[in-house]
């Protein structure tokens, strides 16, 4: 089954996704990868344009590295604050401020805003993902230019592990008109270059 416009996202909660997907949110970074290729190379559900499918061969990473798998602490919301997302598509959708993680690399403080989908996810082993849509300095260089996202297992208490590895793009990085991607918000913009995670994707030229 195709997936919905909202994404190549953790939650899918917009997704009419095939069920059993659990690789969104696994903290494996084998497990991931191999499932977004599978998914990549599934017709029914592939981002990729016509000319790019047939000659898929893998998407491309970074190297593994321990640099950017941080230790982060969880300020949770008190209470429930509505946030809205711009899309790709020129729309706007409405997500839930989960919280902020803070977390240092190299010896600087950095933030990011954590959100859950306002609406109830239709696959159950969703429900509990968070969504973190980021930005850095390899965006438009090394990684795709409107930034990345990374799922996050809803956490017991206030520790979370952030792991960079596990970053990836949105759909609209492959070049479908079928999705509608959120965009990270400008307090998700890390000044600092990620080397971690999902490469840019290289189109076939038409």
Same mark, same amino acid.
């Given at each position: 089954?195709?997936?919905?416009?909202?994404?190549?996202?953790?939650?899918?909660?917009?997704?009419?996704?095939?069920?059993?997907?659990?690789?969104?949110?696994?903290?494996?970074?084998?497990?991931?990868?191999?499932?977004?290729?599978?998914?990549?190379?599934?017709?029914?559900?592939?981002? *990729?344009?016509?000319?790019?499918?047939?000659?898929?061969?893998? *998407?491309?990473?970074?190297?593994?590295?321990?640099?950017?798998?941080?230790?982060?602490?969880?300020?949770?919301?008190?209470?429930?604050?509505?946030?809205?997302?711009?899309?790709?598509?020129?729309?706007?959708?409405?997500?839930?401020?989960?919280?902020?993680?803070?977390?240092?690399?190299?010896?600087s403080g950095f933030a990011?805003?954590?959100?859950?989908?306002?609406?109830?996810?239709?696959?159950?082993?969703?429900?509990? *993902?968070?969504?973190?849509?980021?930005?850095?300095?390899?965006?438009?260089?090394?990684?795709?230019?409107?930034?990345?996202?990374?799922?996050?297992?809803? @956490?017991?208490?206030?520790?979370?592990?952030?792991?960079?590895? *596990?970053?990836?793009?949105? /759909?609209?990085?492959?070049?479908?008109?079928?999705?509608?991607?959120?965009? @990270?918000?400008?307090?998700?913009?890390?000044?600092?270059?990620?080397?971690?995670?999902?490469?840019?994707?290289?189109? /076939?030229?038409?």
């Open positions: 089954m195709r997936r919905t416009l909202l994404i190549t996202w953790v939650f899918l909660s917009l997704v009419a996704g095939v069920a059993g997907q659990t690789y969104y949110g696994s903290t494996d970074v084998k497990t991931f990868r191999d499932g977004r290729d599978r998914e990549f190379r599934n017709r029914a559900e592939s981002p *990729l344009a016509a000319e790019d499918f047939r000659t898929f061969d893998g *998407l491309k990473y970074f190297d593994v590295t321990d640099k950017f798998v941080v230790n982060a602490k969880l300020e949770k919301n008190a209470g429930t604050e509505r946030f809205v997302l711009p899309t790709s598509a020129g729309t706007k959708r409405s997500f839930l401020k989960y919280g902020v993680l803070r977390f240092e690399i190299d010896g990011l805003t954590v959100f859950q989908p306002e609406e109830k996810p239709k696959l159950p082993e969703y429900a509990d *993902l968070l969504f973190i849509p980021f930005r850095d300095l390899t965006n438009g260089k090394e990684t795709y230019g409107a930034g990345r996202y990374i799922d996050l297992k809803t @956490p017991a208490g206030d520790s979370v592990v952030v792991n960079f590895n *596990l970053a990836y793009n949105p /759909n609209c990085a492959y070049g479908s008109d079928r999705f509608s991607c959120p965009v @990270p918000p400008r307090e998700n913009f890390l000044q600092i270059k990620i080397f971690a995670g999902e490469k840019n994707f290289e189109r /076939n030229a038409k």
